[in-house]
């Protein structure tokens, strides 16, 4: 079993190699729109997470990612049909 400490550095040690290895150059960076409020219900044996869209008209595509440790492994489970409408969601059916 990995400490707290040991997650904590390398959690660190990768969020500094994704800076090196991105082109960081401060003053210079474009950083990604605060993620919306994201809500999740359970419904029987679905889930349903539903989201406002603030992005506007820059985004073509949204893929929803499950994890088993939410920290790595993602796999793609579905993409919403219409990531231009305002309010938008995606139901798992996989609980």
């Known amino acids: 079993m990995i400490s707290l400490k040991q997650q ?13 290895t991105s082109g960081f150059i401060p003053g210079s960076t474009q950083a990604q729109d605060t993620l ?6 359970k419904i029987s044996d679905k889930v349903i ?9 820059n985004i073509s595509t949204i893929n929803i990612q499950r994890s088993k440790d939410s920290l790595k492994n993602y796999t793609t489970i579905g993409s919403v049909l219409d990531p231009m409408n305002k309010e938008n969601g995606f139901v798992d059916g996989r609980v």
């Open 49 to 57: 997470v539903s989201w406002v869209n603030n992005y506007g008209a």
């Open 36 to 41: 919306p409020i994201i809500s999740v219900k």
């Open 8 to 20: 904590k550095k390398s959690i660190l040690l990768k969020a500094l190699l994704l800076l090196l």
